[in-house]
């Protein structure tokens, strides 16, 4: 409801005589009564004459400038009389000087109450016609008057809706909303874009967006009403086409999601395919890797990020030459400069991509191999130097690799692996890692039994005809959203070469 001023009140300037002969029969008495008061004094200095701007202003009021000018006419006549009467003979001047004194007088008031007259008409054909619904009520909650837009609009003629209060034909989920407005017009604040639905002759509802304010001194609310019912289905289909669009973004971004985490799955498969029997060394670093975040009290989403990019920690092995990384037995100096370099092809594989796991899985590859006391490779970085996730996924390849067999040595114990850790804690690696992978113990040995239990024949599968193994999966806190879909890695015959931990 549009803040709308007080409609004037039609020919409200026209209080008095109500019909133009008894304007113009009190206009002649006035005339005629002071006439006669003029002739019967005998001094020419008495000002009897001025009072003949009453009915000059009787009839400018009544009849605008045309009447104005014409009682100013009579008047000018009535004082030339008199002159003639008495023998009074005025000045050129002194004429002059009252007859423009009158006709100024007239002309100023009959041109306000044509201008006046001319408002109101255009007032009144705006109120007759406005699509806007217009209304004015009184502080009881009754309408006193409401514009022809309202019966059209709603079907209502104004006598129903003046009949009873307008709380009456307000939506009954929409009325306590529209008291307490109503209640803050009462305390002089004003109502701008507030919305309820008010009921048509069909039935049906219209929603009315409406602005109003109140005027304590005349006890009448002014308010304006547009019919929204349009624009507020489509606000609504609007706002239901943008949950479906979110939905159908968020469902789209999932699988984009999965399909970038199935491409980094494969990617680390492919690169451990090459250098590991059960082709399942990647999936396990970044198994444990995630739970030493955890321990380490990273958050979620660090946890979950940790998770996708340790397993891609190898994957600068791709790049090396069969006849080192799948050379049996241990390497010489020179070869085992070269598989070094595996570290650094890693992360420049890995860096040219642009997401997080990414980035992550490029810092990983690179610092993986550094020591705590700096004799690492291949940048050889000692203690904070080296990235909190490059020290995480240290102590979690070094652990696998301790338990899992080697063609130069078989699987560790993890009793063993452990002690030989703790041993190697402020030299190799950072002895807060160390501290919380100790305090996984009981969870480290019951990742070997599940990772015992997946690659057991009992765990094999057919998939096109080849036989496959699940990674067996652990559910428990926040693990339960990071470890969702296991890898699938495919089991042939096929040679096996160990390399030095």
């Known amino acids: 409801m549009l803040s709308h001023p007080q409609l004037p009140r039609l020919r409200e300037l026209r209080a008095g005589p109500s019909s133009n002969r008894a304007t113009l029969a009190m206009a002649l008495v006035l005339f005629a009564v002071i006439f006669a008061v003029r002739v019967l004094d005998t001094s020419p200095a008495d000002a009897e004459g001025a009072l003949y701007v009453i009915p000059v202003g009787v009839l400018a009021l009544r009849f605008g400038l045309r009447g104005g000018l014409s009682g100013a006419l009579l008047a000018l006549a009535l004082t030339v009389a008199w002159a003639l009467i008495d023998g009074v003979h005025f000045a050129t001047l002194g004429y002059a000087t009252r007859a423009l004194t009158i006709v100024a007088l007239a002309m100023l008031l009959g041109s306000f109450v044509d201008r006046r007259r001319k408002l109101e008409a255009e007032v009144s054909r705006y109120y007759e016609a406005s699509l806007d619904l217009l209304a004015t009520a009184d502080m009881n909650g009754y309408f006193t008057r409401v514009n022809p837009a309202w019966e059209r609009t709603l079907g209502h003629s104004a006598e129903a809706l003046c009949a009873k209060p307008f709380i009456d034909f307000v939506h009954p989920d929409d009325r306590e909303a ?191 191999h550094e020591r705590w006391d700096g004799t690492g490779y291949p940048k050889r970085l000692s203690g904070e130097a080296i990235p909190l996730v490059g020290r995480i996924v240290a102590v979690a390849d070094v652990f696998d690799a301790l338990t899992h067999d080697r063609p130069y040595k078989s699987a560790w114990s993890v009793e063993r692996a452990c002690a030989e850790i703790a041993r190697s804690s402020g030299s190799q690696f950072d002895p807060r890692v160390v501290a919380a992978f100790l305090a996984l113990r009981a969870d480290l040995d019951t990742l070997c039994d599940e990772v015992d239990e997946a690659q057991a024949s009992s765990g094999l599968e057919i998939f096109n005809g080849r036989p496959v193994v699940a990674i067996a999966r652990r559910r428990g806190d926040l693990l339960e959203h990071i470890d969702l879909h296991a890898p699938r890695a495919e089991i042939g015959p096929r040679r096996r070469a160990g390399r030095p931990i």
């Not at 660090?302 to 891609?312: D, I, K, N, S, Y």
């Not at 070869?335 to 990414?358: I, P, Q, Y």
């Open 178 to 368: 529209t008291i307490a407005e109503t209640e803050g017009l009462a305390d002089s604040r004003d109502t701008v874009g507030f919305r309820n639905r008010y009921p048509a002759a069909d039935g049906s509802y219209r929603w009315l967006e409406w602005s109003a304010s109140a005027s304590p001194s005349e006890g009448v609310i002014h308010a304006v009403a547009r019919d929204i019912t349009v624009q507020h289905e489509a606000e609504d289909q609007l706002a239901n086409n943008a949950k479906c669009l979110e939905k159908l973004v968020a469902e789209r971004t999932r699988e984009l999601d999965d399909a970038r985490a199935e491409t980094l799955r494969q990617l680390a498969i492919a690169a451990e395919y090459r250098d590991d029997e059960t082709y399942q060394h990647t999936e396990r670093v970044g198994h444990v890797a995630s739970r030493l975040a955890l321990g380490l009290g990273l958050p979620a989403g660090q946890v979950t990020l940790l998770r996708h990019a340790a397993p891609l920690h190898d994957v600068g092995k791709l790049a090396i030459p069969d006849c080192i990384l799948l050379k049996p037995g241990r390497l010489i100096a020179e070869e085992f400069d070269v598989m070094k370099t595996h570290a650094e092809l890693g992360a420049r594989l890995l860096s040219s991509g642009s997401s997080r796991v990414l980035q992550t899985a490029a810092v990983i590859a690179a610092t993986h």
